[in-house]
């Protein structure tokens, strides 16, 4: 599907929502994507980009950057705490804040820096044992502690079950946002982004409905 096809299918949903066109932001998910596919997409005008690998994007996208101007990027995949370093001067938004550890380390960096990229804190909305996030229980003691730090959180940021209703747990992180004073919602990818944007996502993530299918090596 086009990246044109992608952004008509945002503002229909936007607007079945009753919501103001352009108020829902297209992350394009270019994780493991080739060159060629990515630089198609940025000739077609999108400027808003989601990596998962702090490496990968280290050497993907200064070169982008060097040719197309205006690019936001995205972390949106788990923040090893050792390669934070490299990903505040890398990206304008971290979507994976999800541990007490993580804060700490962006907090310092932060005031060394005197900036801090966008920060979402990711939940764990079906309490996956296996899946990253802050647990529901545990969300708002720990937006309250990154505030105490003076990290600059946006939103919230979750990856729904598998097999259970997204939209559901869509609802829900638009009630913790609510309670905690939050604006942004991180949420909704390639198959149910429509649902998302019905629940009130200001970010989208969405990939191979851009790209194409990834080809891992």
């Given at each position: 599907?086009?990246?044109?096809?992608?952004?008509?299918?945002?503002?229909?949903?936007?607007?079945?929502?009753?919501?103001?066109?352009?108020?829902?932001?297209?992350?394009?998910?270019?994780?493991?994507?080739?060159?060629?596919?990515?630089?198609?997409?940025?000739?077609?005008?999108?400027?808003?980009?989601?990596?998962?690998?702090?490496?990968?994007?280290?050497?993907?996208?200064?070169?982008?950057?060097?040719?197309?101007?205006?690019?936001?990027?995205?972390?949106?995949?788990?923040?090893?705490?050792?390669?934070?370093?490299?990903?505040?001067?890398?990206?304008?938004?971290?979507?994976?804040?999800?541990?007490?550890?993580?804060?700490?380390?962006?907090?310092?960096?932060?005031?060394?820096?005197?900036?801090?990229?966008?920060?979402?804190?990711?939940?764990?909305?079906?309490?996956?044992?296996?899946?990253?996030?802050?647990?529901?229980?545990?969300?708002?003691?720990?937006?309250?502690?990154?505030?105490?730090?003076?990290?600059?959180?946006?939103?919230?940021?979750c990856i729904p079950p598998d097999a259970e209703?997204?939209?559901?747990?869509?609802?829900?992180?638009?009630?913790?946002?609510?309670?905690?004073?939050?604006?942004?919602?991180?949420?909704?990818?390639?198959?149910?982004?429509?649902?998302?944007?019905?629940?009130?996502?200001?970010?989208?993530?969405?990939?191979?409905?851009?790209?194409?299918?990834?080809?891992?090596?």
């Open positions: 599907m086009s990246l044109q096809a992608i952004t008509q299918r945002i503002r229909d949903a936007e607007a079945k929502a009753g919501r103001a066109a352009g108020s829902v932001t297209l992350i394009a998910v270019s994780k493991v994507q080739p060159d060629a596919r990515v630089r198609a997409v940025l000739t077609e005008g999108q400027r808003v980009f989601g990596e998962n690998y702090v490496q990968e994007a280290q050497g993907k996208w200064p070169g982008f950057r060097a040719d197309f101007s205006s690019i936001a990027l995205h972390m949106i995949g788990p923040l090893q705490t050792n390669k934070a370093k490299v990903a505040v001067e890398l990206f304008d938004a971290i979507h994976t804040l999800d541990r007490p550890s993580l804060a700490e380390k962006l907090a310092k960096l932060a005031q060394a820096r005197g900036t801090c990229p966008a920060l979402f804190v990711q939940v764990n909305t079906g309490s996956e044992p296996q899946k990253a996030g802050v647990l529901p229980e545990d969300l708002d003691a720990f937006i309250a502690a990154a505030r105490a730090m003076d990290l600059p959180l946006s939103g919230l940021m209703d997204a939209a559901q747990h869509f609802d829900t992180l638009a009630e913790m946002a609510n309670r905690n004073g939050l604006i942004g919602l991180s949420m909704g990818m390639s198959g149910d982004f429509e649902a998302a944007i019905a629940a009130g996502a200001t970010h989208v993530r969405v990939g191979s409905a851009i790209f194409g299918a990834r080809t891992y090596a």
